[in-house]
């Protein structure tokens, strides 16, 4: 129901229904459930401004529960570096990241190089950005994965915002 409400444009309805999945995990004991729903309702708080202090606690205590079940922490980890950099912690949010990014493959790891692009573009570090980037459509092409829209939007947005329009322009025609 919860990611029904979310393709509507419904979030906050989501949550509602994701914090009556995690009283009912909570109910059964299944830790594994409520550490999934934990993440999403911290992934899906995170989206407002005045609800970023529960999504990071949420995603804190799904931490703590996959840490203690032995489960991979990437995805919330990368949830909680977005929930960071949305509040300008920017050091914080690339600590999520480069631990999300120990526990993934070469896929993982550039999606996450590619958050930390975003996070470097934000921060004014443009040639790291680009780097990053780069890096991610590289893999992706290695892996013979299609890019999506923002792996392409981040470079091109990167030159741009350096006055790179040429180089820009290539890769939005290359789109």
Same mark, same amino acid.
């Given at each position: 129901?919860?990611?029904?409400?979310?393709?509507?444009?419904?979030?906050?309805?989501?949550?509602?229904?994701?914090?009556?999945?995690?009283?009912?995990?909570?109910?059964?004991?299944?830790?594994?459930?409520?550490?999934?729903?934990?993440?999403?309702?911290?992934?899906?708080? =995170?989206?407002?401004?005045? /609800?970023? $202090?529960?999504?990071?606690? %949420?995603?804190?205590?799904? &931490?703590?529960?996959? !840490?203690?079940?032995?489960?991979?922490?990437?995805?919330?980890?990368?949830?909680?570096?977005?929930?960071?950099?949305?509040?300008?912690?920017?050091?914080?949010?690339?600590?999520?990241?480069?631990?999300?990014?120990?526990?993934?493959?070469?896929?993982?790891?550039?999606?996450?190089?590619?958050?930390? =692009?975003?996070?470097?573009? /934000?921060? $004014?570090?443009?040639?790291? %950005?680009?780097?990053?980037? &780069?890096?991610?459509? !590289?893999?992706?092409?290695?892996?013979?994965?299609?890019?999506?829209?923002?792996?392409?939007?981040?470079?091109?947005?990167?030159?741009?915002?350096?006055?790179?329009?040429?180089?820009?322009?290539?890769?939005?025609?290359?789109?």
């Amino acid at each position: 129901m919860a990611k029904m409400c979310r393709a509507h444009g419904k979030w906050r309805t989501g949550i509602q229904y994701l914090e009556e999945s995690l009283t009912l995990a909570r109910q059964i004991g299944e830790v594994f459930l409520e550490s999934f729903t934990l993440n999403n309702i911290g992934s899906d708080k =995170g989206h407002y401004v005045t /609800l970023k $202090g529960e999504a990071q606690q %949420a995603l804190e205590q799904s &931490l703590l529960i996959k !840490e203690r079940i032995g489960s991979a922490k990437n995805a919330s980890l990368s949830v909680l570096g977005w929930v960071f950099l949305s509040q300008g912690k920017w050091r914080t949010a690339e600590e999520c990241f480069r631990k999300a990014m120990d526990e993934s493959n070469q896929l993982g790891q550039a999606l996450y190089r590619h958050f930390i =692009g975003w996070l470097s573009m /934000l921060q $004014g570090k443009y040639a790291l %950005a680009e780097k990053e980037f &780069l890096y991610r459509l !590289e893999v992706l092409k290695k892996y013979q994965r299609p890019p999506r829209l923002q792996d392409h939007i981040a470079p091109i947005l990167n030159y741009a915002l350096v006055g790179n329009i040429p180089q820009a322009r290539k890769y939005l025609e290359d789109i």
